[in-house]
């Protein structure tokens, strides 16, 4: 019964570098989420996903960001040519198919992104 | 403009003392309100969703649309109540989440 998880969980990298986030949803939960979360900031919510599809993509900070999601299961996050304000704890969450109201998001436990 | 707020960025209360953490929202549809939690080392979970009207670890939340308000009230602080809560909105049903800043509650014994 393994929750959502999320590698790596830390991360340091140079500025200019390209990153890639993965996030492991709980088995079944056909709807997944990523988030940001910077020093001092609350959460922002960047992509979701239904099965492989994103509907809406405004969510992403800049054309830098990306998100997949194969086989309606593992997703991953890119970020390219980072930036030090992309530095932030990225979380990822999963959810049952369905009305929000009855699908509570089930939360991994982050990756600290920090671009030096 | 936020579309979720959370006015106090800190709070502090005594053991036993009532608490209310605020929570107001902007949304023009029919709202989805949740109370996010997040303990020291660990995850940010659930805590209450406003359309179960449920009382968990002795917290409630009532949605006033009046006021567009959905303030978490607890009536005694126990110090495990200490952590960092967030008021999130649901838009489109689930597609988009907005959270707030989050407060952070601290419980002095």
Request: aromatic residues 12%.
């Amino acid at each position: 019964g393994a929750g959502v998880s999320q590698s790596p969980s830390n991360k340091v990298t140079e500025k200019g570098k390209d990153v890639e986030l993965r996030c492991d949803p709980i088995s079944g939960h056909t709807a997944l989420y990523w988030y940001r979360q910077s020093l001092g900031q609350g959460l922002e919510f960047l992509i979701y996903f239904q099965g492989n599809s994103a509907p809406d993509k405004s969510g992403l900070p800049s054309d830098r960001f990306s998100a997949e999601r194969t086989g309606g299961s593992v997703s991953t996050l890119t970020i390219q040519r980072t930036q030090q304000e992309d530095s932030a704890v990225y979380l990822c969450a999963s959810s049952l198919v369905g009305r929000s109201s009855y699908n509570e998001q089930f939360f991994g436990p982050g990756t600290r992104l920090t671009v030096l | 403009a936020q579309r979720v707020t959370q006015p106090e960025k800190l709070l502090s209360v005594f053991k036993g003392a009532p608490v209310e953490l605020k929570c107001n929202y902007s949304y023009s549809g029919s709202p989805e309100l949740f109370w996010y939690v997040q303990y020291s080392r660990q995850r940010l979970q659930l805590l209450l969703r406003h359309i179960s009207r449920e009382s968990i670890k002795g917290f409630t939340a009532d949605l006033n649309k009046g006021e567009t308000s959905f303030h978490l009230k607890k009536p005694f602080a126990q110090e495990e109540d200490s952590a960092m809560y967030y008021c999130a909105l649901s838009e489109n049903y689930g597609q988009n989440f907005v959270f707030g800043p989050g407060t952070r509650l601290s419980v002095l014994p």
